[in-house]
């Protein structure tokens, strides 16, 4: 087989070198790797010029959702297996995947382990694979971007800040294929999975692979249900928490808000289109 490895060096903050090893003694005799580093910088033109020179049967992502999502849309409509390497400073998806935390234990699985097809969505004109949305949290990645910190540490420190800065409640006109209506929140979610990367489980219906996203609308801050979302079963209060699950919506605000896919700040926006893509991307889980 052969493999493309997309490292992310400055994901987690955390050195990669010694996954770098450990895949290459994992490795069978006929496999060929490649290495390809991101630099944070036109990643996404370098990775599809990588990809269309040269025929790969995997790609290995060490790095966290930001850099997944990376390979998925570099791939486009020709997606290749991917074997994750959790290197991130919260690996959402991998987390959703429940894949082992232990490199000795992720590796084969990412090498030569059996895949299974998720959903991704698409949002604008990218692609998310984890949670996307409009607001608090958005504000807050926003920060943690264009501070020097990084790692859980870093995203705790930051948070506390933004906390007490955020421009919330926001107006949300949701339009689906059936109806229009309006909401009010400080978030809005586009889930496709069950978590945060923090181990929140803020969507508990939610299945990657169900063909439907589920939007989710924060009210308020409220501590007491927030601590309720570190325990799977819990049932969340709606004056909390609201659904929607969708195959498609529009979002529009009246006026722009902080945007952000998969821990990856967009931009504000005032208008986010979405579409499911079932079974968009191979990943290998066990
Ligand atoms: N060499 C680099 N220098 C600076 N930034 C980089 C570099 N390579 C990638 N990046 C940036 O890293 C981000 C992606 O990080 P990624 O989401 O994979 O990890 P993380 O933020 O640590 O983890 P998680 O998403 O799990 O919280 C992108 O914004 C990308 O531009």
């Known amino acids: 087989m052969k ?4 490292i992310n060096p400055i994901s987690g903050n ?3 070198s010694h996954l770098l090893k450990l895949v290459k003694a994992k490795l069978r005799e006929k496999d060929e790797i490649e290495i390809f580093k991101t630099s944070g910088k036109n990643d996404l033109k370098k990775l599809k010029t990588k990809l269309s020179e040269t025929k790969f049967d995997r790609v290995l992502v060490a790095g966290g959702d930001g850099t997944i999502k990376l390979a998925a849309e570099a791939m486009g409509e020709d997606s290749l297996p991917i074997g994750i390497l959790p290197a991130g400073s ?6 959703d995947l429940n894949l082992p935390l232990e490199p000795k234990k992720f590796i084969p699985i990412a090498l030569y382990g059996k895949t299974r097809k998720i959903d991704a969505i698409h949002i604008n004109d990218q692609i998310g694979l984890h949670i996307s949305d409009f607001g608090l949290n958005a504000e807050l990645i926003k920060e943690y971007e264009s501070s020097s910190l990084r790692g859980k540490l870093g995203y705790a420190l930051n948070s506390i800040s933004t906390l007490f800065q955020s421009k919330g409640p926001y107006d949300f006109k949701i339009e689906t294929k059936e109806e229009t209506f309006h909401k009010k929140g400080i978030m809005l979610a586009l889930a496709n999975s069950k978590k945060f990367g923090t181990g ?4 508990p219906k939610g299945k990657i692979d169900d063909g439907i996203f589920e939007i989710l609308l924060f009210k308020k801050l409220d501590l007491i249900e927030i601590l309720k979302t570190l325990n799977e079963g819990s049932e969340l209060s709606s004056d909390f928490i609201e659904y929607f699950p969708v195959k498609e919506a529009t979002i529009t605000t009246k006026q722009p808000v902080d945007f ?3 821990g990856e700040y967009c931009n504000s926006l005032q208008e986010v289109k979405a579409k499911i893509l079932p079974k968009k991307l191979e990943v290998a889980v066990e």
């Not at 929140?200 to 969507?203: E, F, P, R, T």
Request: net charge negative; charged share 20%; glycine share 4%.
């Open 260 to 262: 952000q896919i998969d």
């Open 90 to 95: 919260a690996n959402g998806l991998a987390n």
């Open 14 to 16: 955390e050195d990669k």
């Open 3 to 6: 493999f493309l490895f997309i």
């Open 200 to 203: 929140s489980v803020v969507n």
